[in-house]
């Protein structure tokens, strides 16, 4: 194998190394920073009010998307649109791992 | 005069609801205008494609006051998603209430 040819597989590797990172669901570390939902939606995503979502057991791709969307604007809600702002994209991605974990909704045709 | 202060009384309780009565929603009503939900909400692993990829939500389980409110959110503009929109601006008030019965309330645990 030609000297570029591994310099090229490196790199290559390193860098799925690192989008792979990126992309990490970590729900446990999801955990650690939900006590802030957690008093509307509840510990485990069973929320304390109606108006209020439950987001236990929802896909989390959905959940990511749905904090995304508040950041991004293309969901208006005053209380969200507070609660994302200091949100990083990992932290969504990680809470949202998190609460598609717990048990609540299920998929009704 | 008694009217009148009956009158009032209910427009001072319409003001402080924010105008919006709840209608009462009804599961089999609901029947109707379930096909254009089903399409994706009811297929296991379903993603929608447009604008990006992600799983459509869960709706079994929901809070019923919840789904109305998202689908308010669609009609209004509030909420941004093509199909969504196009879907809830063909609802009525009380077709919203409808599906949301449908979707929140359990039948059998499940």
């Known amino acids: ?30 955990q650690s920073i939900s006590q802030v939902c957690a008093a509307c939606h509840g510990p485990t995503g069973t929320s304390i009010a109606p108006d209020f979502p439950n987001i236990g057991g929802q896909h989390r791709d959905y959940l ?8 991004l604007g293309n969901r208006q809600d005053p209380i969200m649109a507070g ?6 994209r990992q932290d969504m991605r990680d809470l949202a791992a998190f609460y598609a974990a717990q048990e609540g909704l299920y998929l009704k045709r | 005069m008694e009217g009148r202060r ?12 924010g105008g ?13 205008h ?15 494609a447009f604008p990006s990829v992600y799983s459509v939500p869960k709706l079994g389980g929901q809070h019923e006051a919840y789904l109305v409110k998202a689908l308010q959110a669609y009609r209004d503009g509030t909420r941004s998603h093509p199909s969504m929109q196009a879907i809830a601006a063909s609802l009525s008030d009380q077709d919203m209430a409808d599906l949301a019965a449908y979707y929140a ?3 059998g645990g499940r």
């Open chain 2, 20 to 32: 919006a009565w709840a209608l009462e929603g009804d599961p089999e009503r609901a029947e109707q």
């Open chain 2, 105 to 107: 309330r359990s039948e």
């Open chain 1, 1 to 30: 194998m030609h000297k570029r040819h591994l310099i090229v597989l490196g790199l290559s590797a390193v860098s799925l190394v690192f989008s792979s990172a990126a992309l990490a669901w970590n729900a446990e570390r999801g």
């Open chain 1, 64 to 71: 990511y998307r749905a904090l995304l969307d508040y950041k």
């Open chain 2, 34 to 48: 379930l096909s254009a939900c089903i399409g994706c909400h009811g297929i296991p692993g379903y993603r929608t």
């Open chain 1, 83 to 88: 609660q994302v702002a200091e949100l990083s």
């Open chain 2, 6 to 17: 009956i009158l009032f009384a209910a427009g001072i309780l319409a003001l402080a609801s």
